[in-house]
């Protein structure tokens, strides 16, 4: 909702997050993924409509990254969002899995530099 709602308003993230410029959790990287607790807890509190929305967007798993894409939203507030989620019980947040010991592909390290030098 960040362009615009159904009457065509503006709304401005801040809005979204009770003027909060900060997450309040350091859990949340672009690849963590998360899933909305089912049942929900029937003791939370009231969704404003961007939770709910969030809330949708993750019935199966799905990473932060992806989410805010979906929601077409900045990182920051879809993160600030999710620490209420997370913090409330509605959702389970899953760190990246690390990977093995190997070494890293340099090659394909030197590609990938390469193609975000052209964007």
């Not at 019935?59 to 913090?87: G, K, T, Y």
């Amino acid at each position: 909702m960040s362009g615009g709602d159904a009457a065509g308003r503006l709304v401005r993230p801040f809005t979204l997050t009770g003027g909060r410029t900060r997450p309040s959790r350091a859990d949340f990287t672009l690849i963590t993924t998360v899933t909305a607790v089912d049942p929900q807890p029937a003791w939370a509190d009231r969704l404003q409509p961007e939770h709910t929305r969030i809330l949708r967007q993750c019935a199966r798993p799905v990473a932060v990254a992806e989410l805010a894409a979906r929601l077409d939203l900045p990182m920051s507030v879809v993160v600030i969002l999710l620490c209420d989620l997370l913090e409330s019980g509605r959702i389970t947040a899953h760190p990246p899995h690390p990977l093995c010991h190997a070494e890293p592909d340099l090659e394909l390290l030197q590609k990938v530099r390469d193609g975000l030098g052209h964007l």
